[in-house]
């Protein structure tokens, strides 16, 4: 059987990419599928976040069939069609569909709206990603609420099973944005429940799945894969989140005063930005944000000069790691009392196909003696 582990990136919430880890196949594939199709992947390279469309409406008049035959039209999914991009991420609150206690029959009228907003995209020759994507307070009921959980599974299973008979290379179904679970093993029980009934409902089909607390680049680390091989693993990547939550007015406070911060960034363009801010120790955060980002330049300069070269499997990998090591060193040193040390990173081939990082460093918390290994990934760029 062939093993096949999938990451979808989501870089600074716009930039798309795929890495695709392949075991040694021993078999051809059956269904369900024993892997994730290379060419599903090769659709997924550009995406788009179609948005307010199906989820976060705020007008009072709500989710009706004006707002979705006029918000995104047919113009607007071919506009995106000619600036180059192959899919697009529908995000779809679940609770507008819903039926209390009933949640498997899904209103016909809202099903048709939907179907034809895929069907639009898919018309265009874009494939599709169906991003079930509730508010926080949704997600707060699936971390404590067991009832609630199973009510959600058979909702997913209804709704994945009426997308079965859609095209299984274009039309992705993806578990839920942002989680936003404290506790890594309930939502890893969560998730694989919602897998399974995706599943059952949609034997063919790809799953899209993310780690616990708001699908980040970190939390996939602990992830363990699901026990499906037909499954795509995401992450949203915001850092730094100084820079791509400027004036934001959710989130840490003090964004909402953030304006003009370039990327990259100067000494010049930290101070005077830090000027508007009003605490000194948020001021301190913008100025710092500049030596931070020179930091991970550096390092990624210093790592894309692998022996393969830039752009090979191998340096793209080490690039990522080091990233991620150099994030964990950023939000450490954020911090009075924190400390991170990477101690070791080196890249190892394996059959020519795949870059492997073994990345052995620790995060460590003097206060609280915490140790956070990273584990072993491995990847090939498609």
Not at 137 to 151: G, H, I, M, Y
Not at 250 to 261: I, N, S
Not at 363 to 368: D, L, P, T
Request: hydrophobic content about 40%; proline content about 5%.
């Amino acid at each position: 059987m062939t093993r096949n582990i999938a990451l979808f990136a989501l870089l600074m919430g716009r930039s798309a990419s795929f890495l695709n880890c392949q075991g040694v196949a021993t078999g051809s594939s059956t269904q369900p599928l024993s892997s994730v199709p290379a060419s599903r992947l090769a659709r997924l390279r550009h995406g788009i976040n179609a948005s307010a469309w199906f989820a976060q409406v705020y007008d009072k008049r709500g989710y009706t069939k004006e707002h979705f035959q006029t918000w995104t039209t047919a113009e607007d999914i071919a506009l995106i069609k000619s600036l180059g991009f192959d899919h697009v991420r529908l995000s779809v609150n679940p609770l507008a569909m819903m039926t209390s206690h009933r949640p498997d029959e899904i209103p016909a009228e809202y099903l048709g709206h939907l179907d034809a907003a895929v069907g639009m995209i898919l018309d265009q020759q874009l494939s599709v990603v169906i991003d079930l994507d509730p508010e926080s307070d949704f997600k707060s009921r699936l971390a404590t609420d067991n009832s609630f959980v199973q009510e959600f599974s058979d909702f997913w299973r209804a709704l994945a099973r009426h997308y079965s008979t859609w095209d299984a290379d274009r039309v992705f179904l993806e578990i839920l944005n942002e989680p936003e679970f404290n506790d890594r093993y309930r939502w890893y029980g969560v998730q694989a429940k919602l897998a399974a009934a995706i599943r059952d409902g949609a034997p063919q089909h790809t799953i899209i799945a993310a780690g616990a607390r708001w699908s980040d680049d970190d939390e996939l680390v602990f992830l363990e894969p699901l026990r499906d091989p037909n499954v795509i693993y995401t992450f949203h990547f915001y850092e730094p989140h100084i820079f791509t939550h400027q004036g934001a007015t959710w989130g840490t406070y003090f964004w909402h005063w953030v304006k003009g911060l370039r990327y990259p960034s100067s000494p010049e363009n930290a101070f005077k930005v830090a000027g508007s801010v009003p605490d000194a120790v948020d001021r301190l955060a913008v100025i710092r944000y500049d030596k931070i980002i020179g930091t991970l330049r550096a390092w990624m300069r210093i790592l894309t000069k692998s022996r393969n070269g830039p752009g090979s499997a191998e340096s793209l990998w080490c690039a990522m790691s080091l990233a991620f090591i150099a994030n964990m060193r950023s939000r450490a040193t954020a911090r009075p009392g924190f400390t991170t040390c990477a101690h070791h990173l080196r890249i190892m081939p394996w059959g020519g196909r795949c870059g492997i990082i073994l990345a052995a460093s620790e995060w460590s918390r003097k206060r609280m003696g915490e140790v956070f290994p990273m584990k072993l990934l491995c990847g090939r760029w498609d």
